[in-house]
């Protein structure tokens, strides 16, 4: 079960953003989309809970779990940023810490990977991304974010569901940048090892 709501996390992403992207034309299709937005985010927290709570846990979840949580949020991101609704620095910041993490764990024998358990700081900078990545998609049309500055979103109208995403994904940003640093470090940290020298992160 809990690898089965895993991958409605992927399945829903391809929906996400047909309708994300139809709320252009169709106003209220955005409602759709922060629907199946946050339903992605509570799948995260779901999986995890029934696959501890009837003793479930895999080696298929465990990775499958991030990436898909990686997947979803980055799709958004491009998908946002396409429609002028996102910064391009806040794009280029979680793609590039997700890319780099990407690299270094694809570089490292798996057995050490499986040794690496999921930090907190990893899942708060989730959790604050989906909440603030939510608020954007509630951001009625017309989008007229600047491509490369920050020209033309709103920081300062707190009356705009866009004001409280900017200002959210970038607290998510810090602990997302923080999560990456971490689990970097730990993957660097086993692969400098030597066999009997490797102990079980925690």
């Known amino acids: 079960m809990a690898n089965f709501i895993t991958c409605l996390r992927f399945a829903i992403t391809p929906a996400f953003v047909a309708f994300i992207v139809l709320s252009n034309a169709h106003p209220s299709f955005r409602y759709v989309a922060f629907g199946l937005f946050v339903f992605g985010a509570l799948t995260d927290w779901a999986d995890g ?3 501890r709570r009837t003793n479930t ?4 979840g465990k990775t499958a779990d991030p990436l898909a949580d990686r997947i979803l949020i980055d799709v958004a991101l491009v998908t946002l940023y396409a429609m ?4 391009f620095l806040y794009l280029l910041l979680i793609l590039s810490r997700d890319f780099i993490t990407l690299f270094v764990y ?3 024998d798996w057995e050490k990977l499986k040794k690496i358990k999921v930090h907190w700081t990893g899942k708060v900078g989730t959790a604050i991304l989906f909440l603030g990545l939510s608020c954007l998609i509630l951001s009625p049309a017309p989008h007229r974010g600047s491509r490369f500055s920050f020209a033309g979103f709103s920081f300062t109208d707190f009356s705009s569901w866009q004001t409280y995403g900017m200002w959210i994904i970038a607290i998510g940003l810090v602990w997302a940048l923080t ?4 689990y970097i470090s ?8 030597k066999p009997n020298e490797s102990k079980q992160e925690t």
């Not at 846990?57 to 298929?60: K, T």
């Not at 002028?84 to 910064?87: A, F, I, N």
């Not at 999560?179 to 971490?182: K, L």
């Open 49 to 51: 809970f029934i696959a």
């Open 57 to 60: 846990v895999s080696e298929f």
């Open 84 to 87: 002028r609704m996102l910064p």
């Open 106 to 108: 694809s570089v490292v």
């Open 179 to 182: 999560a990456g640093y971490i």
């Open 186 to 193: 730990r993957v660097i940290s086993l692969a400098t090892k």
